[in-house]
């Protein structure tokens, strides 16, 4: 504990509280989707975000290896997935593979 007493956000100047609610939220990335931009924590990974969109269209149930992905329209095969970082900007595509003869 800080023996100085704590001042109150609406006592700070605008500067100071802006860097006291940055450094309590972790730091985003926004990444493009074919649904829409979607904010994820920074370090969030390919299978993260698959979760995550999977969710968002109502098929939790569904397993994210019966869609493919692409990230900056390159292919991710699914055993990267889980390593594989996102950064601020990134286009990730999910599609149905294509199979086959």
């Known amino acids: ?14 500067t100071d509280a802006l860097a006291i609610n940055s450094a309590s939220q972790p730091p985003l990335v926004t990444i493009r989707t074919d649904q829409g931009p979607l904010s994820l924590v920074q370090g969030s990974t390919l ?3 698959l979760g995550i969109l999977l969710a968002a269209h109502g098929v939790q149930g569904k397993p994210a290896d019966s869609v493919a992905t692409a990230v900056n329209g ?3 095969p699914r055993n990267a997935r889980a390593t594989h970082l996102l950064h601020d900007g990134d286009a990730v595509l999910c599609f149905s593979p294509i ?3």
């Open 74 to 76: 390159q292919f991710v």
């Open 47 to 49: 299978a993260e975000a």
């Open 99 to 101: 199979t086959g003869g």
């Open 1 to 14: 504990m800080h023996d100085t007493p704590h001042a109150s956000l609406a006592s700070l100047a605008p």
